[in-house]
């Protein structure tokens, strides 16, 4: 048994050129990687970038305080973090503060405007049937009169209007004046404005009459609020709709294409945000459609707005338009022709770039479970923190040299390898966080520096625990090559225990904690994990190649493995006790 055992030692010997090349080709791969990907550097916080911290309450809707719960403040913080994400905010932070608060911190950059805007559009997504509509404080818009006539008309041209269609498909060519059944007839037993239709297609108009029981006098007040409604005053505009349920019609307030602010009485809504599977912004240049944003429903969704639209299609406008509602604001207002069955839709209309991407990806990220408000909004400088940064590295690069120092005054021609390791390790951290900055999100910040420097300290530990056990082999008589590997066992045994105490903590850290200590816990526990790599694949097998070398092989006093000032014992030898005669 001993005999394959020498062997097997041997070869490990005389192959520790396998483990550096492996190591040197990681560290060219990822550094050739970073370089081809363009992110050289790794990505910053909002407290060494700048930017902005946005503080977000929940409210909920009128006697249903029970929704604000974790299993719903989780989702909106999902949601969220999707929202900003979408518009490449990547190292955006949204994390949950207490029982009703979450906390948004988008740092300065790319897109971080946009996302300073949505991410406080945070209440629910709702597709509504829009029943009058007209400019705030005009009189060229249809009103909620008894009269209701079918030549009433909302202010502007109909080709100023969003258009929804089949995605892929053309416009339908019928006429605008095209009468049809108002959507008011499923509204009566919710309080709505009340409408009547007959067969023939005439077109119902919301009834001011109060007679006819609580559904008409609901009715009637809607209309009086209606007639109040002043949407160019933001205040009233950000209280319009409060604690309205989704059943329920409501009043909104909106802009249309002219910059113009506009109020609604809108049905309850048919579709939300949830029925809305994908919806992305697309130039249409087959097309003088322009800029569009195309919808992908989910199957259920498909069902209810193939079905809503269908009815909204025999009305004349504004009732065969349908509002999405977000945040109590109608961010677009599209009209149909017809029933619109594929599962999809395009909305076509006056579109740039900018804003056809904002409503695409309030369509994709608008279904939040509960209403927000902002509470606070602050703009974050970089200066603080870079000044921060500054004193931590200058604490980090103070501690590194006294560790050095330390390493050459007490190990010597050891603190070589020590030093090569350190840079190795250093040099694969780096590349590693440039990559992963794009990869998944991970964004340096200062809690993270001070992970890596306190990496420092454990990654010199390994090498001298490692060192120290060379020496005592030495100490007992072995020569150095022996000594190598003969400390080598124990050494590894006590280094993956260190390690494995220190990644533990770290990732237990990251799973109870929020925000920038996680940044602490990920950095210490990528450290902790390449200085297992860098022990095993750099540090052992450069200091076998070491110890074939004389300068450390004959213990020159400046390797700092000199048998003599070691203290080193003579190997023990069996010696044969002279037989006394007389005993024989």
Partial sequence: MATPKKGRNASAQSKPGRSLALILIAIAALTGGMFASGHTKPRLGIDLAGGTSITLRAVPEAGNEAAINKTNMDTAVSIMERRVNGLGVSESEVQTQGRENIIVNIPKGT???????????????????????????????????????????????????????????????????????????????????SASASDKGDKASPSPSGSGGTAEGDANALQAKYAKLDCTDEKTRSSVGDGVKASDPTLACGKNSQGQWQKYILGPAEVDGTDVDKAQAVLNTQTAAGWTVTMDFTDGGAKKFANITGKLAQNQSP???????????????????????????????NFNQQSAQDLSNMLSYGALPLTFKVDSMTTVTAALGG???????????????????YLLAYYR???????????????????LMALLGPAIGFALNLPAVCGAIVAIGITADSFIVYFER????????????????????????????????????????????????????????????????????FTKPLLTLMARRPFFANGHKWSGLDPKSLGAQPPLRRTRRPVDPKEA
């Fill in 413 to 431: 021609g050891l603190s070589f390898i020590a030093i090569l390791s350190l840079l190795v390790s250093a040099a694969l951290t780096y590349t």
């Fill in 470 to 537: 060379v020496r005592d082999e030495i100490r007992e008589g072995r020569s150095l090559r022996p000594a190598v590997e003969r400390a080598w066992p124990r050494a590894r045994r006590t280094i993956l225990v260190s390690d494995f105490v220190s990644f533990l903590a770290a990732a237990v850290l990251f799973l109870v904690t929020v925000g920038k200590v996680q940044g602490f816990a990920f950095t210490l526990g990528l450290t902790t994990l390449l200085d297992v790599v860098v022990v095993f694949l």
């Fill in 387 to 405: 000044d921060q940064l500054q004193a931590g590295l200058i604490a980090g690069a103070i501690g590194l040299a006294l560790v050095v120092i």
């Fill in 319 to 349: 009732q065969n338009q349908f509002a999405i509602v977000l945040d109590g604001e109608v961010v677009s207002d599209p009209y149909v022709k017809q029933a619109l069955t594929g599962g999809n839709a395009e909305i076509s209309g």
């Fill in 111 to 193: 897109n971080s405007e946009q996302a300073r805007k949505q991410v406080g559009t945070t209440a629910k997504l709702y597709f509504r049937p829009v029943l009058a509509t007209e400019i705030a404080g005009g009189t060229a818009s249809p009103s909620p009169s008894p009269t209701g006539s079918p030549t009433d008309k909302p202010s502007g041209k109909a080709t100023d209007k969003p258009e929804a269609t089949d995605k892929g498909s053309a416009s339908p060519s019928a006429s605008a004046s095209t009468q049809g059944r108002a959507v008011t007839d499923a509204l009566k037993a919710d309080a709505t404005p």
